[in-house]
């Protein structure tokens, strides 16, 4: 159960990396005066924060819907649930210069907590 899981998240790793080569070429062309090393964190950076969340959080959905699907709607629904955690973190007290390294590993863990109990459910 849980080793379907695991090896569904490999086999879609690899093509997360070829998006993310992707996007660090593109990202390069655009920014094509700056130095490698700074597009190159602007492009994890944004990975860290919306792409990698946002994966793992449509993980659930993984047996409706395509790894294209999934993947676009999970940047789009990891930038919303990014967004509504940090203000309220922020309310709450928390510098907003933690909110990147907290907010992502909540959401994967999440993610698989919700795919597990989804997989333990159904078995």
Do not use: C
Request: hydrophobic share 55%; aromatic share 16%.
């Amino acid at each position: 159960m849980n080793r379907e899981i695991f090896s569904l998240v490999k086999k879609e790793s690899k093509y997360i990396g070829i998006i993310l080569a992707a996007a660090l070429i593109i990202t390069q062309a655009i920014y094509y005066k700056e130095n490698f090393v700074v597009v190159l964190k602007i492009t994890a950076s944004l990975f860290w924060l919306f792409a990698v969340p946002g994966y793992f959080a449509t993980l659930y959905w993984h047996d409706r819907l395509e790894f294209a699907e999934r993947f676009i709607v999970g940047i789009a629904s990891s930038a919303a649930i990014i967004g509504i955690f940090s203000y309220y973190i922020g309310l709450i007290g928390l510098n907003m210069k933690y909110h990147a390294f907290i907010l992502p590993p909540v959401i994967i863990i999440m993610g698989w907590v919700a795919v597990i109990k989804k997989k333990s459910s159904s078995s």
